[in-house]
């Protein structure tokens, strides 16, 4: 008699385990089927893209985003594009993908040292 109130003893525990258990895989699986909710959505791209819908306006119309250096940025233009093909210290190029809003960056917000930012 004593083995069989060990195996019911036994069986109750593994009943209370696998009860325990099948409540915490449902509960994994709901929070699994929970629906993704996207709330906010940024992008700066050159070309003046600032906003998911002005980007996809953006690339349906076929625009370029290619542009002249930004005057703002405290970058030695007249240096930068001297140089030419060939040349030293200079850029070859006269345009290129700029984002002509980034002087605009908070980099205090994001804890960036205005050097670092520069």
Known sequence: MAQEE???????????????TREQ????EGRQREPIAVVSMACRF?????NPDALWDFLASG????????????WPL??????GPGGSG????????????????DAALFGISPREAL
Do not use: C, I, M, N
């Open 6 to 20: 060990k195996l019911f003893t036994y069986l109750k525990r593994v009943t209370a385990d696998l009860q325990r």
């Open 90 to 105: 200079g850029s070859s190029a006269r345009e290129g993908g700029f984002l002509h809003d980034a002087a605009d960056f």
């Open 46 to 50: 050159p070309g003046g893209a600032d």
């Open 25 to 28: 895989l449902s509960e994994v």
């Open 78 to 83: 007249a240096d930068l594009t001297h140089g």
């Open 63 to 74: 625009e370029d985003g290619v542009s002249g250096f930004p005057q703002d940025r405290g």
